[in-house]
């Protein structure tokens, strides 16, 4: 089996500034305080089945960069550059023809960058069974998380029961309300979809041609100079005429033969400033801190995300955002963290 | 008339943590976000009644570097170090003993360096005032402030009614409670002490030799060096000996003759962040703000005051003290501005 990685790393993580910037978004952060940024841990999670030379990291060409900084041992040719984002159909087209160019027989994980997943032994053993499910069949798998919370934030795959661990996917399911998240939880047939997707390159590239045809078309074109010193000239000039669409809409709401594996291994996408608190180790008063020489009197249910400041103190806040990168400071209440984009116009 | 002014600038500022540190405590900030240090502003606020060679400084040796670098007009050796901090009373008492070996006929202001006065001209003119009585008599004059609210963070003169400006006092009070303050307010006698003082040179040595002879005796014996090269050994040797009071307690509350000028100048100790927040000038919000790129969002109350932050946004804050320096960050109710000093121990 030649497996292959596709990093999805082109965010720009407005959602955490000041944390994280359009200079340096939140995958390239070590946003949990570990030591490592969130591409790092992605790229860790998944080294043990498949090699770094078959990792490719799609990002913008301003990330480059960073990628190269923060992963030197990922070969410079796999990082691929778009010139502008076109959302994650063209993405994954541009990063699927270029490996179908040189491994014909790849079977790939197509993955976000900035995830978290706890149980990184249950994710690897659930990611190759996937990929073994897709090396012998023309389907296409997406990882679907088993919710513990009827959480709004996520789009759900509904699923068709069924014998073993793979299950046909019914629907796709846009992020919901809150009586319907409900409703999916009590149902047991629903899971939270990560984004993660597993499929052999031809049935990729064959769905991509068959549901977005302009992409298949314009991304065949840029193909004929992968792998040359055209290729930077050829990306630059066409891949921002793709269609700028999701794969979830392109490919994956109408294509046939859509795998689910129901997951546990303790996922988050991170996405939120909530999500984070929930995440991060907490101190009895429920406070989540990242930072150096933080102090807290009489505050609860705060996340403390410092990085320039030698010493912080805070008293008497209850459920804010206290977050610092670089000299900008945001404080704000969590219950507001959805306006955290206007702040920062 | 021969006029010197006296500033006192040995505290340490520690109830401004972070914006003011041991290192660089209140006097040396510029608080107000005008451009001028507290201490810039009070002798700015002079300079047009006593020439700058006239002016006295004391300090911590640790400060004289700061002293040196915000005020180079003001000649080197105007600049007296104490080796401890010892109150008021030796603070005083070194600098008019100074003045004295040399100005025998010298008219003293002794001023704090960290106050605010709004009226600028209205204050020169009643601190001339003060110095021509003072040149003309025996008397000690202590500046009272008319108070426009019945404030309990300040210490009170009572005054015996009487004709022309300059009024007989009664007794000194400590800061009262609210109910007292508010007797005070409605009786019109009482005064807020500002801890400027007015007094000839021969007054002042002459009142701390009858009411605490200790210090004079050290003084005394230091004199003998002064602007001698032995002048800073002898000062290390013998200033840290003296008796830790303030003038107030060893002189004001014992002397006889001691007179008030009711002033009306818009004085303030800067003492509290409460005192500054209502100090600054405020946004519709009742916000008070200095610092750079401050945006605040649904706040009211607030009184910001940052240096190195180059953007700040705040959500969601009613009341509270947000304050960086160097790396250090501050976040605390107004109403709990008190427990500052506990935070940075």
Excluded at 38 to 59: A, F, G, N, Y
Excluded at 148 to 169: C, D
Excluded at 220 to 230: A, L
């Amino acid at each position: 089996m030649d497996t292959h990685v596709v990093i999805m790393a082109g965010g720009i993580g407005s959602r955490f500034w000041p944390m994280s910037t359009p200079t340096c978004p939140k995958q390239f952060i070590d946003v949990l305080g570990v030591g490592k940024s969130m591409i790092q841990m992605t790229v860790e999670r998944l080294s043990p089945i498949c090699p770094l030379d078959h990792m490719w990291i799609v990002t913008s060409e301003s990330y480059v960069g960073l990628v190269h900084e923060q992963l030197p041992d990922i070969p410079k040719d796999n990082v691929l550059a778009e010139p502008a984002a076109r959302n994650t159909a063209p993405c994954i087209a541009y990063a699927c023809w270029k490996i179908k160019a040189k491994y014909p027989e790849a079977n790939i994980v197509v993955t976000p960058s900035d995830a978290l997943v706890i149980d990184v032994t249950e994710y690897r053993r659930v990611i190759s069974k996937a990929l073994e499910f897709t090396d012998k069949s023309d389907s296409i798998v997406t990882i679907g998380i088993k919710p513990t919370r009827p959480e709004v934030g996520y789009g759900y795959i509904q699923s068709i029961h069924g014998e073993g661990e793979v299950l046909k996917v019914q629907s796709f399911k846009e992020k919901p309300n809150l009586e319907t998240a409900k409703a999916y939880l009590e149902d047991g047939g629903y899971l939270w979809n990560a984004g993660i997707f597993v499929w052999n390159v031809r049935t990729i590239t064959s769905a991509i041609s068959t549901y977005v045809p302009q992409i298949a078309h314009v991304i065949e074109e840029m193909s004929k100079d992968f792998y040359t010193s055209e290729e930077d000239e050829s990306v630059k000039r066409l891949f921002p005429t793709c269609e700028k669409i999701s794969i979830d809409y392109a490919v994956m709401e109408k294509a046939p033969h859509i795998y689910t594996i129901p997951a546990e291994f303790g996922w988050s996408d991170v996405g939120t400033w909530g999500a984070l608190h929930s995440i991060l180790p907490k101190d009895a008063e429920d406070n989540a801190v990242v930072g150096n020489g933080v102090k807290l009197f009489d505050s609860t249910g705060c996340v403390i995300h410092t990085s320039s400041l030698k010493k912080v103190v805070i008293e008497g806040l209850d459920g804010y955002i206290v977050t610092e990168k670089d000299g900008a400071l945001l404080i704000c209440r969590l219950s507001d963290e959805q306006r955290i984009r206007e702040f920062h116009d």
